[in-house]
């Protein structure tokens, strides 16, 4: 079937460690986009990429990281510098081309720092 | 990037028409408007997207007036399985699209 799949869906973690969220996806889109969830908040956008190889920083970068090696995966890796990383992270793909089109979301992982 | 403002929640009843508007007063020329719906702890969910006047297709309609300033979803009969949340979203794709999410509108529909 195609479609965004993101791993894990439930992960914990301890203050300090860096902890890396897997995006795969089948769709064969361009754009690929993390974002992030508070409880009763939308969603802000932490990096997201246009094509291999490059992405951007979005609105809440600092203490993130991202790579784009392969069309099919942009995995985000939350470092400890990230001061309160307890969220729903939420992974989309669009085509990125053209003047319309949707975003597609996967599952969601949600991190929870003990 | 057009700011959007919505409506933090709205209630309703079964069987009833329910209609959400957004104001986007900064709207550019190259600007399309696209609604999505979020269920807990899911993705969203693709709902409509318009340019202008009316679009209509399984799920929704999306009205948007002439001056483009502010557009209304319109859910027909909703039922329980809609209480949901749902973001407008104002952008335009070409080259890439940096999408922005507001805090959306908190629909609950009651029995």
């Not at chain 1, 992960?11 to 508070?38: I, P």
Request: net charge neutral; aromatic share 12%; with cysteine.
């Amino acid at each position: 079937d195609g479609g965004i799949t993101q791993s894990p869906k439930y992960l914990f973690r301890k203050e300090g460690q860096n902890v890396t969220l897997s995006c795969e996806q089948n769709l064969n889109h361009d754009a690929m986009y993390w974002y992030r969830q508070d409880p009763g908040q939308g969603l802000r956008l932490i990096y997201y990429s246009q094509i291999v190889n490059d992405f951007q920083k979005g609105d809440i970068a600092e203490g993130y990281s991202v790579s784009r090696e392969k069309k099919e995966s942009f995995p985000l890796t939350v470092t400890s510098a990230q001061k309160n990383p307890t969220a729903f992270y939420l992974c989309a793909t669009t085509t990125g081309q053209g003047r319309t089109g949707e975003l597609f979301f996967g599952e969601g992982s949600r991190l929870t720092v003990l | 990037l057009a700011k959007t403002t919505q409506p933090i929640s709205m209630d309703s009843y079964e069987g009833q028409e329910v209609n959400i508007t957004c104001s986007h007063n900064n709207i550019a020329t190259n600007d399309y408007i696209t609604w999505y719906q979020q269920f807990p702890s899911q993705g969203p969910r693709f709902i409509i997207q318009g340019y202008k006047t009316k679009v209509t297709n399984e799920v929704a309609s999306l009205f948007i007036p002439a001056d483009r300033k502010s557009s209304t979803l319109s859910l027909p009969r909703v039922s329980l399985s809609d209480t949901a949340v749902y973001y407008c979203l104002v952008g335009d794709w070409a080259g890439g699209f940096k999408t922005i999410f507001g805090a959306g509108t908190r629909l609950f529909v009651k029995a």
